[in-house]
């Protein structure tokens, strides 16, 4: 199985929170031959780690430390790169479903998603707004 992951629900596989159970059990029910991230999760998983250190889930060496190991799972991951076609795509999407409440950085997301949605069984996402946009592009969001 091919998966994507957003930001809101990789964070949950190095920082225990509400919703890592389901993001777990996706991991222990299917065999996980491929995990595609858009590039764009380099920054916002550093991001959401200093949030939780400024709203105190996190002490600044557990933050340091995890985005270490986020670091280091790299070659784990297949990164979507964020070039002008993604650019592109992401402006129509904007044009598309920004009435809707689309943003910036989830239109990247789900650019990202787009360009491999060939190849990818689930797409995984926390993000309730993002989930309906997944949804709305044929992209399956639950656990089969």
Known sequence: MKIFIDTSSLIK???FEQGTEDI????KEH????IFLSEIIKIEFSSAIWKKVRTKDLTESEAK??????KLDFDKFTFIDIDKELIKKSIELLSKYGLEGLRTLDSLQLASI??????VSIGKTNDDLLK????KEGIKTENA
């Open 31 to 34: 065999i996980i031959d491929e």
């Open 65 to 70: 430390e995890l985005i270490e190991i986020f």
């Open 114 to 119: 787009l360009r491999v949605k060939e190849f």
């Open 24 to 27: 777990d059990k996706l991991f």
């Open 132 to 135: 309906k946009f997944f949804e």
């Open 13 to 15: 596989l190095y920082h």
